[in-house]
């Protein structure tokens, strides 16, 4: 569902939460609840104006994301004899 979210966010500058429920067949609260982790993720900036919240994705922080997940997906996908354990102390985390 946050992917769908994410997806609705994209087709437009910004969108307060019942725009976004208007396209999904969840619950306010629900897809108030999904922003409200994807806001804290990172992927998503929020407006806070009365009487709306608006949301807009945050393109430069899901451009991060994707390359982040290329790297990892390219390390998970070599031959188990090439890849050497990451210390997970230096992983920055999203």
Do not use: N, W
Not at 19 to 34: E, F, G, I, K, Y
Not at 55 to 84: H, I, K, Q
């Amino acid at each position: 569902m946050r992917l769908t979210i994410l997806r609705a966010l994209a087709c437009s500058e910004r969108s307060c939460c019942k725009d976004v429920v208007d396209r999904l067949p969840l619950a306010q609260s629900t897809v108030s609840q999904h922003l409200k982790v994807l806001a804290e993720a990172g992927l998503v900036k929020v407006d806070r104006r009365r009487p709306h919240s608006h949301y807009r994705l945050d393109r430069e922080a899901l451009a991060g994301l994707c390359m982040r997940l290329s790297d990892f997906s390219g390390e998970c996908l070599s031959p188990a004899d090439t890849m050497s354990a990451p210390d997970l102390k230096e992983t920055p985390f999203v």
